[in-house]
């Protein structure tokens, strides 16, 4: 396992120098071109030899110091610039899942709701998470299952109270007067969080 580690880090090492190693690169062009000029005063008088070695110079100093620079990246660049890389993906991460654990909703407003619903009744708990579940509700369809109808205005005032709930009158012509109600939008989620975690 451990060999097989250290060739895939090898591995990805190579990878990142070749991306970083330029196949051309002014200055290693430059030391070529020295290296021909200095040829070029030693063999003055062999034309032959002068183009020749023109050539090797050329080509064999350039590779030599394009393997050269290769060497050096991969054996003391790439680890640290991969170990860079690798620490950064494992903040990213963390961050992801930190960001997926947090709650929308800042902690002083679920401390808000909590000291609110520590002052409730089983039965406008009951209310809170019937209006969860069903959005906002005609009065007349708050049909909560523990509660007793003639408990249900006393339950509505307990809530209203608190701010858990809000209260909307709609007059239908010819029919009559409709209360609903819904959750105060800002406490829906963590009413969820803590309705649930109540009754987990």
């Not at 930190?98 to 709701?113: D, M, W």
């Not at 205005?153 to 239908?172: P, V, W």
Request: with cysteine.
């Amino acid at each position: 396992m451990a060999g097989s580690g250290q060739s895939q880090f090898w591995g990805r090492a190579r990878r990142w120098t070749r991306s970083q190693a330029k196949v051309f690169a002014p200055l290693r062009a430059a030391g070529s071109v020295i290296a021909t000029v200095l040829q070029w005063v030693v063999f003055r008088g062999a034309p032959v030899k002068r183009v020749i070695w023109t050539i090797l110079l050329i080509v064999g100093s350039y590779l030599l110091l394009y393997g050269l620079e290769f060497l050096f990246k991969l054996l003391f660049l790439a680890p640290p610039a991969l170990d860079r890389e690798q620490r950064e993906t494992i903040r990213r991460l963390d961050e992801e899942k930190s960001g997926l654990k947090a709650r929308p909703y800042e902690q002083s407003l679920a401390t808000t709701v909590r000291t609110k619903l520590d002052g409730t009744s089983q039965e406008a708990k009951a209310l809170l998470k019937f209006l969860l579940e069903h959005g906002e509700t005609e009065q007349a369809q708050l049909l909560v299952p523990g509660v007793r109808n003639d408990k249900k205005a006393e339950i509505l005032t307990e809530c209203q109270s608190l701010a858990l709930i809000k209260e909307r009158k709609d007059r239908i012509e010819n029919v009559g007067l409709y209360t609903y109600w819904r959750l105060t939008e800002n406490f829906q989620e963590p009413l969820k969080d803590l309705l649930y975690a109540i009754n987990s």
